[in-house]
Antibody, heavy 118, light 109 residues
Framework: QVQLQESGPGLVKPSETLSLTCTVSGGSISSYYWSWIRQPPGKGLEWIGYIYYSGSTNYNPSLKSRVTISVDTSKNQFSLKLNSVTAADTAVYYC????????????WGQGSLVTVSS | EIVLTQSPGTLSLSPGERATLSCRASQSVSSSSLAWYQQKPGQAPRLLIYGASSRGTGIPDRFSGSGSGTDFTLTISRLEPEDFAVYYCQQHGGSPQFTFGPGTKVDIK
């Protein structure tokens, strides 16, 4: 059973860069697409982007100019960087995975709350 | 961009009742690309239905999905106490690759 765990700072200052890492266990990182999704407090879900183990990425156009997703296959981890953050980026950030043949997000991490505040 | 609309926004029902949740897409989507998730407070979403009508691993058979084209439905045949939650539909494909509906909250009447 694939398990995902997010890690990273819970507080980021405005204009700085939000950085999170997701550690994958129980499955091969090469068998899935790996996504980041966020959810502002009390609101809905927004897909940020995904990466394949080869390094190919696909980002949400609404965030593309500020987002970088990378993968480290040796550590079974993938990471999110979101730069120039504002209070509007305050959210619970989830990592998730879907099989190459799947159109649904089959596995989710528990989520990591990131607050943007000075 | 394909926009998903869910209705109603909130559904107030009693345990044992049937729940019918709607998801409408702004343009036709492939049934294989439509999924439903359940989210409880403080928890990550959980995959319920994929491919519009296939249940995810371990999902009870009181949950069923149907629909095609632009109209999709999630039905909970008899609500159990643990089913009171927020439900999201999601489609895959296009740009952005994944989009979600705004959610339907099923709460206790």
């Amino acid at each position: 059973q694939v398990q995902l765990q997010e890690s990273g700072p819970g507080l980021v200052k405005p204009s700085e860069t939000l950085s999170l890492t997701c550690t994958v266990s129980g499955g091969s990182i090469s068998s899935y697409y790996w996504s980041w999704i966020r959810q502002p407090p009390g609101k809905g879900l927004e897909w940020i982007g995904y990466i394949y183990y080869s390094g190919s990425t696909n980002y949400n156009p609404s965030l593309k100019s500020r987002v970088t997703i990378s993968v480290d296959t040796s550590k079974n981890q993938f990471s999110l960087k979101l730069n120039s953050v504002t209070a509007a980026d305050t959210a619970v950030y989830y990592c998730a995975g879907n099989l190459l043949s799947s159109s649904s997000l089959d596995y989710w991490g528990q989520g990591s709350l990131v607050t943007v505040s000075s | 961009e394909i926009v998903l609309t869910q209705s109603p926004g909130t559904l107030s029902l009693s345990p044992g009742e049937r729940a019918t949740l709607s998801c409408r897409a702004s343009q036709s989507v492939s049934s294989s690309s439509l999924a439903w998730y359940q989210q409880k407070p403080g928890q990550a979403p959980r995959l319920l239905i994929y491919g519009a009508s296939s249940r995810g691993t371990g999902i009870p058979d009181r949950f069923s999905g149907s629909g095609s084209g632009t109209d999709f439905t999630l039905t909970i045949s008899r609500l159990e106490p643990e089913d009171f939650a927020v439900y999201y539909c999601q489609q895959h494909g296009g740009s952005p690759q994944f989009t979600f509906g705004p959610g339907t909250k099923v709460d206790i009447k």
